[in-house]
Nanobody, 122 residues
Framework: QVQLVESGGGLVQAGGSLRLSCAASGRIFSINATGWYRQAPGKQRELVAV???????NYADSVKGRFTISRDNAKNMVYLQMNSLKPEDTAVYYC????????????????WGRGTQVTVSS
């Protein structure tokens, strides 16, 4: 059973930084694109950043220049470095990954973590 577990959330003042981590575990054959999403109260979940297996990165306009996504393929980890945080970044942040398991290496499915809360105070 594949699992994604996020960590690193917390309370920070505006202008501060946080680093989120996401660990993937289980019988993983390969991890394709991975990304971070967020959902603020009363709003829909939105894409924050995504990174492909080849390292191509894309960001939401609202976080460009402030957030950096990275991954460590050897450790099955993905990270989100968040700098210059703003109160509007407050949300639950979710890790997402498209993963193929060993028992079915040609089929990839989407997996989600349970989320980690990020709160930015003004």
């Amino acid at each position: 059973q594949v699992q994604l577990v996020e960590s690193g959330g917390g309370l920070v003042q505006a202008g501060g930084s946080l680093r989120l981590s996401c660990a993937a575990s289980g019988r993983i054959f390969s991890i394709n694109a991975t990304g971070w999403y967020r959902q603020a109260p009363g709003k829909q979940r939105e894409l924050v950043a995504v990174i492909t297996s080849g390292g191509t990165k894309n960001y939401a306009d609202s976080v460009k220049g402030r957030f950096t996504i990275s991954r460590d393929n050897a450790k099955n980890m993905v990270y989100l470095q968040m700098n210059s945080l703003k109160p509007e970044d407050t949300a639950v942040y979710y890790c997402n990954a498209r993963i193929a398991e060993y028992y079915s290496p040609t089929y990839s499915a989407d997996y989600w973590g349970r989320g980690t809360q990020v709160t930015v105070s003004s």
